[in-house]
């Protein structure tokens, strides 16, 4: 089992930039990768970046592209995500997930319980 915990989240204008964490706990993250996905009210979650276990290779939603980082550190036990440019259409409850070996979009077995990110006009 792998205990997730998202910090970072809070309020910002827009254009602003914040940087979300994820600390794995238990069996760490493994050899899996990463994902970031984010769920505004009345909407459905949806993916928004990932990175594999190496750092190697990264994934991201067209909307977030250019805006967003995903890392990892060496040690591999925190995966960021460095938002900049923040929109007010970025406000969101940002979860991060893993259990997968890929950069899929979906099939994600373990998840945090989430960070808020709110962007102000």
């Known amino acids: 089992q792998v205990q997730l915990v998202e910090s970072g989240g809070g309020l910002v204008q827009a254009g602003g930039s914040l940087r979300l964490s994820c600390a794995a706990s238990?069996?760490?993250?493994?050899?899996?990768?990463v994902g970031w996905f984010r769920q505004s009210t009345g909407k459905e979650r949806e993916f928004v970046a990932a990175?594999?276990?190496?750092?190697?290779?990264?994934r991201y939603a067209d909307s977030v592209r250019g805006r967003f980082t995903i890392s990892r550190d060496s040690a591999k036990v925190t995966v960021y995500l460095q938002m900049d440019s923040l929109k007010p259409e970025d406000t969101a409850v940002y979860y991060c997930a893993t259990g997968i070996d890929s950069l899929a979009t979906t099939g994600y077995r373990y998840w945090g319980q989430g960070t808020q990110v709110t962007v102000s006009s």
């Open positions: 990175i594999t276990w190496s750092g190697g290779a990264t």
């Open positions: 238990g069996r760490t993250f493994s050899s899996y990768a």
